[in-house]
Protein backbone atom coordinates (compact mmCIF):
# COMPACT_ATOMS: atom_id res chain seq x y z
CA UNK A 1 0.00 0.00 0.00
CA UNK A 2 2.71 2.60 0.77
CA UNK A 3 4.58 4.30 -2.22
CA UNK A 4 8.04 6.39 -2.14
CA UNK A 5 9.46 9.01 -4.11
CA UNK A 6 11.78 10.93 -4.93
CA UNK A 7 10.12 14.07 -5.69
CA UNK A 8 6.53 15.56 -4.91
CA UNK A 9 4.61 14.79 -8.04
CA UNK A 10 1.82 17.45 -9.65
CA UNK A 11 -0.39 15.80 -8.08
CA UNK A 12 0.91 14.91 -4.74
CA UNK A 13 1.45 18.87 -4.79
CA UNK A 14 -1.96 19.51 -5.33
CA UNK A 15 -2.72 17.43 -2.56
CA UNK A 16 -1.34 19.54 -0.04
CA UNK A 17 -2.34 22.22 -1.24
CA UNK A 18 -5.83 21.67 -1.09
CA UNK A 19 -5.01 20.79 2.82
CA UNK A 20 -6.49 22.95 6.01
CA UNK A 21 -4.08 21.05 8.67
CA UNK A 22 -0.79 19.39 8.86
CA UNK A 23 1.42 17.84 10.92
CA UNK A 24 5.08 18.43 11.70
CA UNK A 25 7.62 16.22 13.99
CA UNK A 26 10.87 16.58 14.84
CA UNK A 27 13.32 15.43 17.29
CA UNK A 28 16.85 15.97 18.84
CA UNK A 29 19.46 13.56 19.63
CA UNK A 30 18.30 13.08 23.04
CA UNK A 31 15.23 14.11 24.73
CA UNK A 32 11.43 14.62 23.29
CA UNK A 33 9.74 13.83 19.90
CA UNK A 34 7.45 16.74 19.42
CA UNK A 35 4.47 16.37 17.00
CA UNK A 36 2.66 19.73 16.32
CA UNK A 37 -0.32 20.42 14.02
CA UNK A 38 -0.06 23.17 11.89
CA UNK A 39 -2.88 25.38 9.88
CA UNK A 40 -3.86 28.43 8.18
CA UNK A 41 -2.31 29.80 5.14
CA UNK A 42 1.05 29.24 6.29
CA UNK A 43 2.73 26.30 3.51
CA UNK A 44 3.82 26.77 0.06
CA UNK A 45 4.98 23.83 -2.20
CA UNK A 46 8.21 25.83 -4.25
CA UNK A 47 8.98 22.63 -6.41
CA UNK A 48 9.16 19.00 -6.57
CA UNK A 49 11.80 18.87 -3.83
CA UNK A 50 11.24 22.00 -1.85
CA UNK A 51 8.60 23.41 0.95
CA UNK A 52 8.20 26.61 2.47
CA UNK A 53 6.59 26.81 5.59
CA UNK A 54 5.70 29.47 7.71
CA UNK A 55 6.28 29.05 11.86
CA UNK A 56 4.14 31.18 13.50
CA UNK A 57 4.51 32.10 17.50
CA UNK A 58 3.19 29.76 20.17
CA UNK A 59 4.11 28.18 23.38
CA UNK A 60 7.15 26.27 22.05
CA UNK A 61 9.81 26.22 19.66
CA UNK A 62 10.31 23.11 19.82
CA UNK A 63 11.24 22.33 15.95
CA UNK A 64 13.78 25.41 15.66
CA UNK A 65 15.45 23.75 18.40
CA UNK A 66 15.43 20.19 17.35
CA UNK A 67 16.72 21.13 13.83
CA UNK A 68 19.64 22.57 15.34
CA UNK A 69 20.69 19.68 17.12
CA UNK A 70 19.60 17.29 14.15
CA UNK A 71 18.31 18.61 10.99
CA UNK A 72 15.88 16.38 10.13
CA UNK A 73 12.00 16.68 9.76
CA UNK A 74 8.54 15.03 8.58
CA UNK A 75 6.24 17.02 7.52
CA UNK A 76 2.22 14.67 7.12
CA UNK A 77 -1.21 15.43 5.62
CA UNK A 78 -4.08 13.14 5.62
CA UNK A 79 -6.85 13.21 3.33
CA UNK A 80 -10.53 14.31 5.41
CA UNK A 81 -12.11 14.29 2.48
CA UNK A 82 -12.47 12.38 -1.07
CA UNK A 83 -10.28 10.01 -1.53
CA UNK A 84 -7.87 8.65 1.09
CA UNK A 85 -4.14 9.36 1.39
CA UNK A 86 -2.16 9.69 3.61
CA UNK A 87 1.67 11.52 2.87
CA UNK A 88 4.72 12.10 4.50
CA UNK A 89 7.44 14.11 3.58
CA UNK A 90 10.99 13.42 5.12
CA UNK A 91 13.94 16.06 4.47
CA UNK A 92 15.92 18.56 6.16
CA UNK A 93 15.22 21.95 6.92
CA UNK A 94 17.20 25.86 6.60
CA UNK A 95 15.22 27.85 9.28
CA UNK A 96 15.29 32.07 8.63
CA UNK A 97 14.39 34.35 10.93
CA UNK A 98 13.44 38.21 10.59
CA UNK A 99 16.68 38.94 11.27
CA UNK A 100 18.06 37.21 7.97
CA UNK A 101 18.35 38.45 4.56
CA UNK A 102 16.67 35.66 2.96
CA UNK A 103 13.25 37.04 5.08
CA UNK A 104 11.98 38.87 2.10
CA UNK A 105 12.23 35.98 -0.55
CA UNK A 106 10.24 33.84 2.13
CA UNK A 107 7.97 36.93 2.61
CA UNK A 108 7.10 36.90 -1.54
CA UNK A 109 6.16 33.56 -1.37
CA UNK A 110 3.98 33.15 2.27
CA UNK A 111 3.12 36.59 3.34
CA UNK A 112 3.96 37.15 6.97
CA UNK A 113 1.35 37.68 9.75
CA UNK A 114 1.53 38.95 12.99
CA UNK A 115 3.36 36.43 14.75
CA UNK A 116 5.36 35.17 12.14
CA UNK A 117 8.32 33.30 13.74
CA UNK A 118 9.87 31.93 11.34
CA UNK A 119 10.82 29.94 8.08
CA UNK A 120 11.76 26.56 7.32
CA UNK A 121 12.98 25.90 4.18
CA UNK A 122 12.33 22.46 3.99
CA UNK A 123 14.56 19.79 1.12
CA UNK A 124 12.66 16.84 0.68
CA UNK A 125 14.65 13.46 0.34
CA UNK A 126 12.10 11.20 0.43
CA UNK A 127 7.94 11.45 -0.05
CA UNK A 128 6.09 8.55 0.80
CA UNK A 129 2.30 7.53 0.54
CA UNK A 130 -0.06 5.39 2.53
CA UNK A 131 -3.41 4.50 2.24
CA UNK A 132 -5.32 6.56 4.97
CA UNK A 133 -8.17 4.01 4.90
CA UNK A 134 -8.98 4.25 8.96
CA UNK A 135 -8.59 8.34 8.46
CA UNK A 136 -12.06 9.59 9.50
CA UNK A 137 -13.82 11.66 7.08
CA UNK A 138 -14.34 16.04 8.62
CA UNK A 139 -15.91 18.60 7.53
CA UNK A 140 -13.89 22.20 7.46
CA UNK A 141 -15.64 24.97 8.98
CA UNK A 142 -12.89 27.27 9.27
CA UNK A 143 -9.72 28.85 10.14
CA UNK A 144 -9.10 29.39 14.51
CA UNK A 145 -8.62 33.13 14.55
CA UNK A 146 -7.44 33.00 18.18
CA UNK A 147 -3.51 32.92 17.65
CA UNK A 148 -3.55 35.64 15.15
CA UNK A 149 -5.49 37.69 16.94
CA UNK A 150 -3.96 37.06 20.46
CA UNK A 151 -0.63 38.31 17.74
CA UNK A 152 -1.93 40.93 16.81
CA UNK A 153 -3.16 42.87 20.39
CA UNK A 154 0.65 41.43 21.59
CA UNK A 155 2.30 43.67 18.24
CA UNK A 156 5.59 43.37 17.26
CA UNK A 157 7.22 44.43 20.21
CA UNK A 158 5.22 42.32 22.25
CA UNK A 159 5.90 39.09 20.11
CA UNK A 160 9.89 39.87 20.72
CA UNK A 161 9.11 39.57 24.02
CA UNK A 162 7.61 36.49 24.44
CA UNK A 163 10.31 35.22 22.27
CA UNK A 164 12.58 35.95 24.80
CA UNK A 165 10.86 34.81 27.73
CA UNK A 166 9.09 31.91 26.43
CA UNK A 167 10.34 30.43 22.49
CA UNK A 168 14.46 30.85 23.17
CA UNK A 169 14.71 26.82 24.48
CA UNK A 170 13.08 23.45 24.20
CA UNK A 171 10.96 21.84 26.68
CA UNK A 172 14.46 20.02 26.97
CA UNK A 173 16.32 22.88 27.66
CA UNK A 174 17.98 23.18 23.46
CA UNK A 175 18.67 26.73 22.38
CA UNK A 176 16.11 27.49 19.46
CA UNK A 177 18.27 30.52 17.93
CA UNK A 178 15.30 32.77 17.75
CA UNK A 179 17.15 35.92 18.91
CA UNK A 180 20.39 36.35 18.48
CA UNK A 181 22.69 35.02 20.74
Known amino acids: MAEQFDVLSDELSAFISSQKVFFVGSAARDGRVNVSPKGMDSLRVVGPREILWMNLTGSGNETAAHLLD????????????????????YGRATVVHPRDDEWTQCAALIEPTAGARQYFRVQIDLVQTSCGYAVPFYD????????????QKRGKDGIEAYWQDRNQRSIDGLPTGILEE
Open 70 to 89: TNRLTLMWCAFEGKPLILRV
Open 140 to 151: YREDRQVLSMWA
